[in-house]
């Protein structure tokens, strides 16, 4: 029997960038050139781009070790990203019937999406809308996202990295904080990322050691935040110490499912998927903190910030992402289709861990979330099991490639014309 020839593979990059998504590119760019593939083509801002006819030939853009190298160690969407729904597959067959012309076109044999859960929703749209009209190409997802919410797997590439920049940054903060005597005591809230899971919130934590104390207090999105008891907490904390941190997470919520955020001059914006734009959490405490106690407060939202620190990132993640990349494109040159691959766990200490491949309609468009007993009882904190899960994400550092003292990253030249 003659084998078939294999064509080509088309890579793209969706949702929230984070530090560690461009090793995962670099992975399957590698693996895909290893196993025989023509052609990998980048989608320019995800499938909204390719939509529009935008794409990349990678091999023009990453031509050396070095590139690669480079690549690994940029922050954000190299590709560019985007939050772009697809529409049902009964709901508009035409944008479906566009995007598969699209890949005939190229010659696609395999399509790698690297993304969170809402990006999974296109790897399971795609793959089952390929079984309808009888396509061999394959549809297979790489996971990413700093909030490590995503179902069926251990941890996702992308979180360490955060977990790391947050942890060392909230230490940063703490020892600050301490150095200034302010007559009235002073109250620090930090914001975290990580919409309606707590992991991100959590590495706070990972600020504690023998030389700092850690925050004084971790609020998570999984348990309903009640700010009169806020109060009563900062006001306790303040008289025993005179400077205070806090971190919160940027999706903490009341009972009635209001979010904080939604409490102070928030913003109306709603992306695709229906996430509101979570953004003055920490401002609007530190309003209600200084009218109520009338100390100095500081709101910190570290933002973007904890998702591009690529000089601060995790050495087991960056590796883990590119693996998963590779491991992606491995399953869809076998055959894989409507999969993710997923991190599966084998130790903590020490840290081992491999990758399998999971059906993906159990993975989108779920959300998952910090359990219960790994938050103190009387919801303040994160407990010891929460750290010995996330220390071992966070080990060793990916050194920058440094350019008259600042980082140098790989970018598309003339993006702008090619948009
Ligand atoms: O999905 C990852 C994430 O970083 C969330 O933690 C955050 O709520 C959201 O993206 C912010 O997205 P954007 O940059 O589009 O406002």
Request: aromatic fraction near 8%; glycine fraction near 10%.
């Amino acid at each position: 029997m003659t084998k078939q020839k294999k064509r080509n593979v088309i890579v793209g990059q969706s949702g929230g960038p984070t530090a560690a998504i461009n090793s995962s590119l670099a992975g399957v760019f590698r693996t895909a050139k290893d196993r025989g593939y023509s052609k990998v083509y980048g989608m320019l801002h995800g499938v909204q781009g390719l939509l529009e006819g935008r794409y990349i030939d990678l091999s023009d853009h990453i031509r050396t070790g070095l590139d690669a190298e480079l690549l690994k160690r940029t922050p954000s969407a190299y590709l560019g990203s985007c939050r772009y729904k697809l529409p049902g597959i009964n709901e508009d067959r035409d944008v479906y019937d566009k995007i598969f012309k699209i890949l005939d076109d190229l010659e696609i044999d395999c399509f790698i999406y690297i993304g969170g859960n809402d990006s999974m929703d296109t790897i399971k749209k795609l793959s089952d809308y390929a079984i309808v009209i009888g396509s061999e190409i394959r549809f297979v997802g790489c996971p990413k996202t700093i909030d490590n919410d995503l179902a069926l797997t251990d941890h996702t590439p992308g979180y360490g990295s955060a977990a790391k920049y947050i942890g060392t940054s909230v230490k940063e903060i703490i020892r600050d904080g301490w150095s200034l005597e302010t007559s009235n005591g002073q109250i620090i809230i930090v914001e975290i990322m990580g919409r309606n899971a707590g992991w991100l919130t959590g590495a706070a934590a990972l600020s504690k050691g023998e030389d700092c104390d850690g925050p004084d207090a971790i609020y998570l999105p999984e348990l309903d935040f009640d700010v009169k008891a806020f109060v009563k907490k900062c006001k306790e904390l303040l008289k025993k110490k005179s400077s205070v941190v806090i971190a919160v997470s940027e999706g903490i919520h009341t009972k009635d499912g209001t979010y904080i955020s939604e409490m102070g001059n928030a913003t109306d914006y709603v992306d695709a998927f229906g996430h509101k734009q979570l953004t003055g959490t920490a401002r609007y405490l530190c309003e209600v903190l200084s009218n109520e106690i009338g100390c100095k407060t500081r709101a910190i939202e570290l933002s973007t910030l904890q998702r591009a620190a690529s000089h601060c990132s995790s050495r087991v993640d960056i590796l883990e992402a590119y693996e998963v990349g590779g491991a992606a494109m491995k399953a869809a040159d076998e055959g894989d289709s409507g999969k993710m691959v997923v991190i599966e766990r084998l130790s903590d200490d020490p840290y081992q861990a491999g990758t399998e491949v999971k059906d993906v309609h159990k993975i989108a468009n779920d959300e998952r979330l910090v359990p219960r007993e790994w938050i103190t009882k009387d919801g303040t904190y994160v407990t010891s099991e929460f750290i010995t899960y996330v220390r071992p994400l966070i080990q060793g550092d990916v050194a920058p490639v440094m350019v008259d003292g600042i980082p140098r990253h790989l970018y598309v030249p003339g993006y702008q014309e090619l948009l």
